[in-house]
Nanobody
């Protein structure tokens, strides 16, 4: 069982940066691949990035590659998403999630946080 809580969202100007955190409860965090998804108003939830349980292999959506960086600290039960060079189209609710294996498919994830709002102004 895993419970996830996101934090770090907010309002930022285009070109700015934010760092999101995802804190996990329980002792199974390190046994899951982790990912970030986002959902803009009126749109379906979109894959952003995923990381294997070991913290090694990563998989980024093309829209964020080179701007966003995922990392995890299993000792602290925390995952991070560093977002640089933010664009207005990055505006969305960002969700952290856990899956049995690394994936970019929404349905593969078993546990979800409540989401944190990221708003990028023009």
């Amino acid at each position: 069982q895993v419970q996830l809580v996101e934090s770090g969202g907010g309002l930022v100007q285009a070109g700015g940066s934010l760092r999101l955190s995802c804190a996990a409860s329980g002792r199974t965090f390190r046994n899951y691949a982790m990912g970030w998804f986002r959902q803009a108003p009126g749109k379906e939830r979109e894959f952003v990035v995923a990381i294997r349980w070991s913290g090694g292999a990563t998989y980024y959506a093309e829209s964020v590659k080179g701007r966003f960086t995922i990392s995890r600290d299993n000792a602290k039960n925390t995952m991070y998403l560093q977002m640089n060079s933010l664009k207005p189209e990055d505006t969305a609710i960002y969700y952290c999630a856990a899956a049995p294996t690394i994936s970019d498919i929404y349905g593969e994830y078993n546990y979800w946080g409540q989401g944190t709002q990221v708003t990028v102004s023009s």
